[in-house]
């Protein structure tokens, strides 16, 4: 996005696709890849022509230090993103899949229950790579939800951009990427209709993580202990639904 889009930033490759699993990895690096164990032999692949270049750092989930490198731009886990990142983690870089060998109700109990225990674990990743003072900060949520400012907080550094790229770009990265972001958007979807008292079906073929997602979020946010898993076996099919079950548990 930042080499397309924007004018002061060096463009290597005016047209990207984005693979089967929403990566786009295969978009020309402007440096040769180097370790941090290893002596830094800075080696560019392309005459820059004036134009800003972009090293990335892909410290890995468990380093969140900040290398006081100037001009660096942090990608944040903020609390909206924290299922984008488990799911894109679990899915992509650990290739691992959510199999279990269990009812329905029971699998939607244990994402639910996954990310309770997150919470709980002040080291795992997801507690971990907040804002910092001495950077740019990026909500990685904001990349799906608000990309507007995105663009406001990098135009000051890379100059203007061309929203007919970025919007291109910007959709067919939220086509490639559907399934990762799907449970923050039914969490926001459902707390936008329960505190404006409206009703939505619940229409589109959520997975099980999302939906175990979603109970997590309202256990959390309405301070309930659990919602008793095999009592609420059947997926809600609204948000009418979801409110009955709320009203339900506060009652007694």
């Not at 490198?69 to 909206?80: A, E, F, P």
């Not at 000051?156 to 929203?163: A, D, M, R, S, T």
């Not at 329960?194 to 946010?221: C, M, P």
């Not at 059947?234 to 506060?250: A, G």
């Amino acid at each position: 996005m930042s080499s397309m889009c924007f004018e002061d930033v060096f463009c290597p490759q005016e047209q990207s696709s984005f693979s089967e699993d929403g990566n786009s990895h295969a978009y020309p690096l402007h440096y040769k890849t180097w370790f941090h164990l290893e002596k830094h032999i800075k080696e560019q692949y392309f005459n820059f022509q004036g134009k800003k270049s972009i090293c990335l750092i892909d410290s890995g989930i468990d380093d969140y230090k900040d290398r006081g490198m100037k001009n660096t731009i942090r990608m944040c886990i903020d609390k909206d993103a924290r299922s984008i990142v488990y799911q894109t983690c679990r899915e992509k870089a650990e290739q691992l899949d959510f199999d279990f060998d269990l009812e329905e109700y029971q699998i939607r109990e244990q994402f639910s229950l996954a990310y309770h225990h997150i919470d709980k674990n002040l080291d795992f990743y997801l507690n971990n790579w907040n804002k910092t003072s001495t950077t740019i900060n990026i909500n990685i949520s904001d990349l799906f939800f608000n990309p507007n400012r995105v663009v406001i907080q990098l135009e000051p550094h890379f100059g203007k951009c061309n929203w007919g790229k970025f919007w291109k770009l910007w959709n067919e990265f939220i086509t490639a990427n559907y399934k990762y972001y799907q449970a923050q958007h039914l969490v926001n979807r459902v707390k936008y209709a329960l505190e404006a008292d409206f009703n939505f079906e619940f229409t589109k073929n959520y997975s099980l993580h999302d939906q175990g997602y979603l109970i997590y979020w309202l256990e959390r946010q309405y301070n309930i202990q659990e919602i008793p898993p095999y009592d609420y076996r059947h997926w809600f099919k609204n948000t009418q639904e979801v409110r009955d079950c709320l009203n339900s548990i506060h009652s007694q």
